[in-house]
């Protein structure tokens, strides 16, 4: 899932966990329809871990955190779970953390729906996914709205409050004027703090949403390769899973390109660059070395001609020979001879089956900036094993692979 997008749910109970290099604590909120706790009870967390129709789950350490919704249990009036989580240390941000909210069928497990929210930093606390009643329906959206003061900022937006001043909530205008944020507890073996204070909730207004990020591909939910090739926008994620089943196989990712206004060559490299789970460089292949991870990426290092206007260079990655340290991909071009973007015409990518020379992803860039450096697309391993494509289209200067290692980990 995208940021905003929504999927109806195809079971009545649904556990959504979720998952991260370190551990976090998982909590579920539930709202009435002015997008507030009526009470305490409303508030499911490690301290109190069963409500109406919601429950909380612990992994020990081993496993995510989760929360488990039954929508044929929950009370009249409730009309809406949150799913929150933040790091189980003190003061630790998101920066460097890929969490991954995975939503699956409570009864036989199976996956619905994976979600990473893009890009945070300084964000201690977040609002991950939300179950939602519309129209009779009960559905999933994606969220991933981050708040720089912890859990008490989420709390504080839907009408808990406690003893002492804390920090308004951001990036969302604060409805109660006092909060405090709850103790965390140490790591395992936990020992609870005690059970924040609930009040009453105010008098009812309209609730605090994030603004609306861009409309996802056509077809609610998970975009993925179920009807054919994708055509994706920037910004836009597919799933590379096809009839329910994650694609492991190896793929080209085509990068092509053609001088703007009949100019001179211009030479541009294709690269792309391995991360680990904390953001951390582990390899780049590009043109001075064509073969990285034991042979998983391998770099083409000739220009081919492919479907369309032709290949300029093609990077095969094995995705089922990916180490697992390896957790994202980012794919970059350069011009290493200093010309500009605005003199490119016609940038793409594309990724096509290896086995069958099918064509399964495209996205073509357009609105060229006069800078050196672009990152195309990234590919990032979700928690239940899929990868996951994004079109990234940003645009940095930078003439060599070596320049792009750093603002590729921010696009992660």
């Not at 300029?312 to 990655?317: L, N, S």
């Not at 064509?359 to 060229?368: K, W």
Request: charged content about 15%; proline content about 10%; aromatic content about 6%.
């Amino acid at each position: 899932m995208t940021p905003g997008s929504n999927i109806p749910l195809s079971a009545a109970r649904v556990a959504v966990d979720v998952a991260a290099p370190v551990r976090l604590d998982v909590s579920g909120l539930l709202l009435t329809a002015d997008g507030k706790v009526r009470s305490d009870d409303d508030f499911i967390f490690y301290n109190q871990p069963a409500g109406a129709g919601v429950t909380y789950r612990s992994g020990g350490g081993a496993a995510p955190d989760a929360i488990i919704v039954d929508t044929t249990a929950l009370p009249p009036g409730i009309e809406k779970i949150v799913v929150t989580a933040s790091p189980d240390a003190a003061g630790q941000t998101f920066q460097g953390i890929e969490p991954t909210a995975t939503l699956r069928n409570a009864d036989d497990g199976s996956v619905l729906a994976t979600f990473t929210p893009p890009q945070l930093g300084t964000e201690t606390a977040l609002v991950v996914v939300e179950i939602y009643l519309r129209n009779g329906q009960w559905k999933a959206r994606a969220v991933g709205q981050g708040y720089a003061n912890g859990l008490a900022g989420i709390a504080t937006d839907f009408g808990v409050t406690v003893d002492e001043p804390a920090a308004p909530a951001q990036p969302v205008a604060p409805p109660a004027p006092t909060v405090q944020p709850p103790v965390t507890p140490p790591a395992p073996p936990l020992t609870t703090p005690p059970a924040p204070t609930l009040a009453t909730p105010p008098a009812p207004s309209a609730p605090a949403a994030p603004p609306a990020p861009p409309a996802p591909a056509p077809g609610a939910g998970k975009i993925n390769l179920d009807k054919g090739r994708v055509s994706l926008q920037k910004n836009q994620t597919v799933s590379l899973v096809k009839g329910g089943r994650p694609l492991l196989s190896q793929v080209k990712m085509g990068l092509g390109w053609e001088p703007a206004f009949r100019g001179a060559d211009i030479d541009l490299d294709a690269s792309v660059i391995a991360y680990g789970p904390q953001r951390n460089h582990v390899d780049s292949c590009y043109f001075g070395k064509l073969t990285i991870l034991n042979g998983a990426v391998k770099h083409s290092g000739d220009n081919l001609t492919g479907e369309g206007g032709g290949d300029d260079e093609v990077i095969v990655v094995d995705l089922g020979r990916l180490p697992q340290e390896v957790t994202g991909l980012v794919f970059t071009v350069n011009s290493f001879s200093g010309q500009k973007f605005t003199e490119v015409a016609k940038a793409y990518c594309r990724l096509v089956d290896a086995a069958t020379d099918q064509e399964l992803v495209r996205f073509d860039l357009t609105n060229a900036e006069p800078q050196t450096g672009v990152m195309m697309a990234k590919l990032i391993r979700q928690f239940s094993g899929e990868w996951e494509m994004t079109a990234i289209g940003d645009f940095v200067k930078a003439r060599t692979v070596r320049n792009m290692v750093k603002p590729a980990a921010q696009a992660l």
